[in-house]
């Protein structure tokens, strides 16, 4: 499969198929893909190959439906997965770092860098047959798109929604920025840690008690400048149980067992409360009304103490306390996450590292009760790793939760594939909507476009013509990036003081949301190829998406087009190894596409990602599991296509020309073929267009599967040498339509099997097929009685060890309620190896029956008399028993009345027969054999093994052989009776029979017996 791909692929380069299916569907009915943008800062893994080929599934689908489908690849270029890229590989380890080498050089390795991986995804993207259009593609660090993301800010500027605020966000102190909310959703950004839990004394002023205060973030005890407690919550003093120490007062249900109770007080009681906090380097202004008790919502007595210390430079919750009691804010931290001079123990030392040394001061002052290691979820920064902290920071931000309700409104409008996420992850993301933190302290990005000036007044820029025209300067050819937009100044038009660019760059994800408009530069040019393509008809990405381009993508179109952006939206779970893992680099079990490509082909690993389960389940990717959904289903397929090119060769069979007579059908098993193939279309096309691939991939394998192991298989005889051109013609038929059902699933092998069975152009260029009015739900119907008792056959001459290849005097068949055909009798006959088949309207002569007490039900009832009752039942008629059974219900043993509840019955098989059953419908095989039958056996024992050995030597299907034979008494019997027979079955144009074969000869094993076989073509 691997070579056909690269054939494939040259063929589809030369003849440059993709313009060849954009041209054929052009001005047809419009359905509107978007692209995802993927990150172009590494080289792409299989996780990238996965969502890619889900898209290109409904994609081809729904070109090959005839509608014309926009494919415009996209890449996202600007943020910090490209930064780090640069900084990892210039060696750079900080913003200031970045700072000395320069903006204008730091930028321009991130685009180098953009530019060379994305190379990377277009190779990746054509080897996995992907028809997304990698030349048509919108880059967002183009001029052009930067210039629409402006005017969407612009937007929401105009309507109030984009403004500054002084809030706690979180940020990374590695790579110096904030961060959004949603982006503490992406894979990675929470991660198990162990921090140090304390409690901490804080001294009651004015009385003899202290308050106990519990914190998971010992670093922040510097900035307090507060203690929460919940209103309505308990509160108890408890005696101190060491001599000298002053009381605690925590919440009721947080106190020991053996805590001495001295009083009691609810968390208003508390309130007003002053203390002595625990570090006192940051001053506060006089007055400030700080270091005292007040009440907090959140507060809860789950763990901790019920007492909550307050910092609001470094928590939301405590902010909105600060802003609600007027507490001063103070915060002691840099930019670079360490404390600042005004600590000076710590001055200089990060946060997080000065914990162990604050808990140990504090300890050493006496004032800290208990330590105690607290595991937890804690955010991470989703690209360089780092511990986030929550830090109070001006930032900019968009008013999403003002428009919380219109989020909501859009979102009932879209149809999610799971559907379980609008309502749920997604859903209750948009109910808990925070306002998105807009801004990033960093350089390689969307500038924000607010020239402020000395006095404040802010002018927010939507076009380069606008700010060319404030700046009274030809601004054409400005690259809108730092550091060259940062040098553009203006007259504020409110005072005509100079204003400046502030420095920000926004969020990448702002970028990504914008694609729907800014793909098309609008609304300066393509306005109407905006119009056209809004909203999309389909998007896909893996689940994470939901808080990152899902939610980035309504959130901002939303907002500004006051509409949803997508219609349907299929969401994918993540590709895992085979124990479920995460894949990564540091455990060893990532799958590098390229080498799966090379190994078992792109067709091979599409197939496995549709047809192994349900997309929004992670998906276990491993080399076994690939090569066995290869094996079940694209090389059966190429199997069955390769018997039906040999036969047709062989029998010069060719397709009908135009005008001949239409496909016209009289074999039971060509309308059983041709009825199943238009279900199959009817089903794929069902499932295809309610976004449901595994439904479409399990129906496809189910007519594979039948196509060889039933059609193909049962009517090999028919095409060996065939007066009847209409099982050529069926199988022609089944085989062209199923690489069309299969194109876009697996693009390359359908379209070598479609080429090469009708001599068109390619697959893809086909129309999608359609039910041709073979339908026919009897032969169905009669075909499934088949499968059904074939399969209880086969289960019953397996069951008694019975060879498949010996012929049986008779089968007999209970199918109740279904009438069976002739045809579908000779079906099962043949199948079962039999040689009569004959109805029963029921097995009573053919089961034995032995009947036990059931001891449960009967062992309390009846105590010692239970083993009378199996004394009785082992010595009776057991087919009287069930019989007595059905007729009244219930049957006389040792003098006890039982029922069906009080008895087991359990059934064998009459002696002579092979017996299987299963609701009703039952299948017996007589299994006595005579001289006749046994021959016969062997013959077809012979027969297979001669076959055997024609393959072994590598022999054409067509080429005629002599046979000569040395073979003990069973062997020479069978021959004696079917030697022409088996002559006809290995094409043997002579077989003659021999005492022994001295030289030259085979040695193959019949029924027990060494058969030396001299073979030579003729």
């Not at 809004?534 to 990152?548: K, L, M, N, V, Y």
């Not at 021999?994 to 030579?1016: K, M, Y």
Request: net charge negative; with cysteine.
């Amino acid at each position: 499969m691997v070579a056909l791909e690269g054939r494939t692929l040259e063929r589809w380069r030369e003849t440059d198929l993709f313009e060849q299916v954009k041209s054929v569907r052009k001005g047809g009915e419009p359905w509107v893909f978007y692209e995802g943008p993927p990150t172009a800062n590494a080289r792409p893994g299989l996780h990238h190959v996965w969502p890619r080929a889900f898209k290109d599934l409904w994609i081809r689908f729904q070109t090959m439906r005839g509608r014309d489908v926009p494919r415009k690849g996209g890449w996202d270029c600007h943020g910090l997965p490209v930064e780090i890229e640069v900084e990892k590989a210039a060696g750079l380890k900080s913003k200031h770092a970045i700072e000395a080498l320069g903006i204008e050089e730091f930028n321009r390795r991130c685009r180098e860098s953009v530019r060379r991986y994305v190379d990377d995804f277009v190779a990746l993207t054509e080897r996995a047959g992907v028809s997304i259009d990698t030349r048509d593609t919108y880059w967002t660090m183009d001029n052009d798109y930067v210039e629409s993301v402006w005017w969407i800010l612009r937007q929401l500027y105009d309507q109030g929604l984009l403004y500054e605020g002084h809030r706690v966000v979180p940020y990374c102190p590695r790579c110096g920025t904030a961060l959004s909310s949603h982006e503490l959703g992406q894979p990675g950004a929470y991660q198990d840690v162990v921090d140090p839990s304390i409690y901490v004394r804080f001294p009651v002023v004015g009385q003899d008690f202290d308050l106990l205060v519990w914190t998971t973030t010992p670093w922040t005890l510097i900035s307090n400048v507060a203690a929460a407690v919940g209103a309505d919550i308990e509160y108890v003093r408890v005696k101190a149980h060491a001599p000298g120490r002053r009381d605690l007062v925590l919440a009721a249900a947080r106190a020991p067992e053996d805590s001495v109770v001295v009083d009691r007080f609810t968390g208003s009681d508390l309130v007003g409360w002053r203390y002595q906090r625990p570090f006192d380097f940051l001053p506060v202004a006089e007055g400030a009304n700080a270091f005292r008790v007040v009440t907090g919502s959140f507060v809860s007595t789950d763990e901790g103490s019920g007492i909550v210390h307050i910092a609001p430079a470094f928590g939301a919750d405590d902010m909105d306390v600060a802003r609600a009691e007027g507490l001063p804010v103070l915060n002691p931290v840099g930019a670079d996450g360490a404390f600042t001079d005004a600590v000076p123990p710590w001055a200089g030392v990060g946060v997080k590292a000065a914990d162990r040394s604050i808990i140990d001061d504090l300890a050493a002052r006496g004032i800290l009760v208990r330590e105690a290691p607290y595991e937890h979820a804690y955010p991470h920064c989703w690209r360089c790793g780092t511990p986030l902290i929550y830090w109070a920071k001006n930032s900019w931000f968009v008013r999403t939760s003002e428009r919380r309700a219109d989020l909501l409104r859009e979102n009932k409008k879209i149809n999610w594939h799971p559907f379980h996420i609008k309502y749920g992850r997604f859903g209750d993301w948009l109910k808990n909507n925070v306002d998105w933190a807009l801004s990033r302290d960093r350089y390689w990005g969307t500038p924000l476009p607010i020239w402020r000036c000395p006095d404040g007044h802010d002018t927010c820029i939507g076009s380069v013509a606008e700010l060319a025209e404030l700046a009274g300067a030809d601004l054409s050819a400005l690259d809108l990036h730092r550091p060259y937009v940062d040098a553009v100044e203006f007259p504020c038009p409110s005072c005509a003081k100079p204003a400046r660019r502030l420095v920000p760059v926004i969020d990448a994800w702002f970028d990504s949301g914008s694609m729907p408009s800014a793909q098309h530069h609008f609304p300066f040019e393509n306005r109407e190829a905006f119009e056209h393509a809004f909203p999309a008809d389909f998007i896909c990405e893996a689940i994470d998406q939901t808080r990152g381009w899902f939610y980035s993508l309504l959130a901002v179109n939303a907002l500004t087009f006051d509409g949803t952006p997508y219609r349907n939206v299929v969401c994918l779970a993540h590709v895992v190894d085979e124990q479920g893992l995460k894949m990564s680099k540091s455990k060893g079990n990532v799958l590098d596409p390229w080498q799966v490509f090379e190994t078992f082909g792109a067709d091979a690993l599409r197939w496995y990602f549709f047809s192994a389960g349900s997309p929004w389940t992670s998906r276990r990717v491993y080399d076994d599991g690939i090569r066995e959904s290869t094996r079940k289903t694209l090389l059966t397929l190429w199997n069955v296509f390769a018997f039906f090119a040999t036969y047709a060769d062989i029998d010069g069979w060719t397709v009908a020309g135009a005008g001949a007579a239409p496909l016209a059908p009289t074999h039971f098993l060509d309308r059983w073929a041709l009825s199943q193939l238009d279900e199959a279309v009817n089903t794929v096309t069902a499932a295809l267009d309610d976004f449901d691939a595994l439904t479409a991939a399990s129906r496809i394998f189910t007519l594979v599967d039948d196509l060889s192991n039933w059609y193909v298989r049962r009517s090999r005889r028919r095409f060996w040498g065939s007066s009847d051109p209409s099982v050529f013609a069926t199988l022609h038929r089944c085989l062209v339509v199923t690489s069309q059902l299969l194109a876009p699933f697996t693009p390359f092998l359908s379209d070598e099997l479609y080429t090469r069975l009708t001599g068109e152009a390619s697959v893809h260029l086909s129309d999608w097929p359609a039910a041709s009015g073979f339908a026919d739900d009897e032969v169905d119907a009669q075909m499934a009685a088949t499968f059904r008792l074939v399969g209880l056959g086969r289960a019953a001459r397996s069951d008694s060890g019975m060879k498949q290849r010996q012929p049986l005097r008779r089968g007999l068949v209970l199918h109740p309620g279904v009438e069976l055909s002739d045809e579908a009798r000779e079906e099962i006959k043949q199948e079962l190896n039999v040689r009569s088949l004959e109805d029963v309207e029921s097995l009573a002569g053919l089961m034995t029956w032995t009947v036990v007490p059931n001891f449960r039900a009967l062992g309390p009832r009846l105590g010692p008399l239970v083993n009378d009752v199996k004394a009785a039942l082992a010595a009776a008629d057991g087919g009287e028993v069930r019989r007595a059974l059905d007729e009244q219900g219930y049957v006389e043993v040792a003098g006890e009345r039982l029922e069906a509840g009080d008895l087991e019955l359990r059934a064998g098989s009459h002696e002579g027969f092979a017996v299987m059953q299963d609701q009703g419908w039952a299948v017996a095989l007589e299994l006595a054999l005579d001289d006749d039958l046994r021959n016969e056996g062997v013959a077809r024992e012979l027969a297979r093994e001669l076959n055997e050995l024609r393959k072994q030597l590598d022999l054409a299907i067509t080429d005629r052989i002599s046979l000569v034979i040395a073979a003990g008494p069973k062997v020479r019997a069978a021959l004696d009776i079917h030697a022409q027979w088996v002559a006809g079955e290995a094409l043997a144009a002579e077989l003659v029979t021999a005492p022994a074969i001295d030289e030259g000869a085979h040695e193959i094993e019949v029924d027990g017996e060494t058969v030396r076989v001299a073979l030579t073509v003729v």
